[in-house]
């Protein structure tokens, strides 16, 4: 293996694994509010943007047996800087909706197999020890990508809507400089990612033409898997309606029942001051986790997830002051940290004991995908028919059904498979 220390490529990985994903399932949703597309139709066809993530178990095999995952890295990022460069020029053009969501959907595809490279590699490029210890690293620069990407970028087209009146302009000089970033996350990658003995080489024991039923079978087969799969699709279903209208219940004016705040205010008060209090509580809950274990934590955790989804309740009916509005983000946002890193560090904890670590995981998180791709895709619908009062009560009762599988779930590794 090629001796590198993982500071030099694991931070700058996971900074280009989190960018698309926020780019396109969440930063997305901000573009069409203020390109004039509704609620409806931005909730409905962005939520469909989830499909490569939820689909990428199919491909997850051939990732983990053809070439390496070192040039999956590669080969991914270079294609995501050309797809973000594309969609950027298509927001003066009058077909812009259908035509950016065509390529956004294109950069789904893109950024899911960088997904399952980069975590490949990372089980095969560092110790298990190595692996525990960056296991928060990683985490924190997937939120950093958020920040930079709901954030950073956000208010940088807000700053240029307000100062030049200019929409499709803002947004398309945020894509762009997105597009040079991840150029720049190729070559930097090309040079730094070392190349771990084993790469590209298929599991132990395991025949090539066999493997792909194989990965499948073995999934299927591990114990417990039914409430597995309910918790897995189900944990995030309230949160897959909220995140899909956060941004345009912020945007929207008083009058229409929102926040009233502008795109620059968004991309502070959601994508920087929120995301940040995100990353800090998914510090937090890797470090708790680490000490006192899942069993221990799972309850608190999702309940410290969960239970701040009463604050957008609370913001729907008295419309507070803008201050209170991102101090509650925050404390939604903060809790969110801690209860998405208990569920990752479940997802792994079930792959870990499997010959197809890389494939196994991949199969979790596109469950988890589909779990937040359908409630997604009817939120708008279910906003414009009773409100956003009403909407939140809805998001509220959806956090439910995760609690209670709790019981019948395995809270330690599982069994080889």
């Known amino acids: 293996m090629q001796e590198r220390n993982a500071w030099w490529y694991i931070p700058s990985l996971y900074f280009a694994e989190g960018l698309p994903y926020i780019l396109i399932n969440s930063a997305s949703v901000i573009l069409y509010k203020r390109m004039g597309i509704d609620n409806t139709r931005i909730a ?54 259908s035509m950016s969501l065509l390529f956004f959907f294109i950069g789904a595809f893109i950024s899911a197999t960088h997904d399952i490279a980069a975590d490949g590699f990372y089980m095969i490029a560092l110790s298990e020890k190595d692996q525990a210890f960056f296991v928060g690293i990683r985490s924190t620069f997937y939120r950093l990508a958020m920040i930079f990407g709901s954030g950073v970028l956000v208010v940088l087209a807000g700053w240029i809507e307000t100062r030049t009146g200019d929409i499709p302009l803002a947004w398309t000089t945020a894509l762009v400089v997105a597009a040079l970033l991840f150029a720049a996350l190729a070559a930097y990658h090309k040079f730094m990612l070392p190349r771990p003995a084993g790469d590209g080489e298929p599991p132990a024991g395991a025949q090539t033409s066999g493997t792909f039923k194989e990965v499948f079978l073995s999934y299927f087969k591990q114990d417990y898997i039914l409430p597995t799969l309910g918790f897995i699709l189900f944990y995030r279903l309230g949160e897959a309606m909220l995140i899909k209208l956060v941004a345009p219940f912020l945007l929207d004016a008083r009058t229409a029942g929102g926040m009233g705040l502008s795109t620059e205010q968004v991309g502070w008060v959601y994508g920087t001051i929120g995301i940040s209090a995100l990353v800090v509580g998914g510090i937090l809950g890797g470090w708790i986790i680490a000490k006192y274990g899942f069993r221990k934590c799972v309850w608190p955790f999702i309940l410290t997830m969960h239970a701040p989804d009463l604050f957008f309740l609370y913001m729907a009916y008295a419309q507070p002051a803008v201050g209170l509005v991102g101090f509650l983000v925050a404390a939604e946002q903060f809790g969110y940290g801690l209860g998405f890193t208990a569920f990752t560090v479940y997802l792994m904890m079930r792959a870990s004991d499997s010959r197809y670590k890389t494939a196994h ?9 589909l779990g937040m791709m359908g409630p997604g895709s009817a939120a708008g619908y279910i906003q414009q028919k009773v409100g956003y009062p009403h909407f939140f009560l809805t998001v509220c009762v959806c956090t439910l059904p995760s609690m209670f599988l709790i019981p019948f779930i395995p809270k330690e590794a599982p069994s080889k498979a």
Request: hydrophobic residues 60%.
């Open 361 to 369: 995981f991949a199969i979790s998180t596109g469950i988890m995908a």
């Open 44 to 97: 409905f066809y962005t939520s469909w943007l989830y499909l490569p993530w939820v689909i990428k178990m199919f491909w997850g095999p051939l990732v983990e047996a053809r070439s390496t995952k070192r040039n999956w890295i590669l080969g991914t990022q270079l294609a995501m800087a050309a797809l973000l460069a594309a969609t950027a020029f298509t927001l003066r053009l009058p077909a812009f909706f």
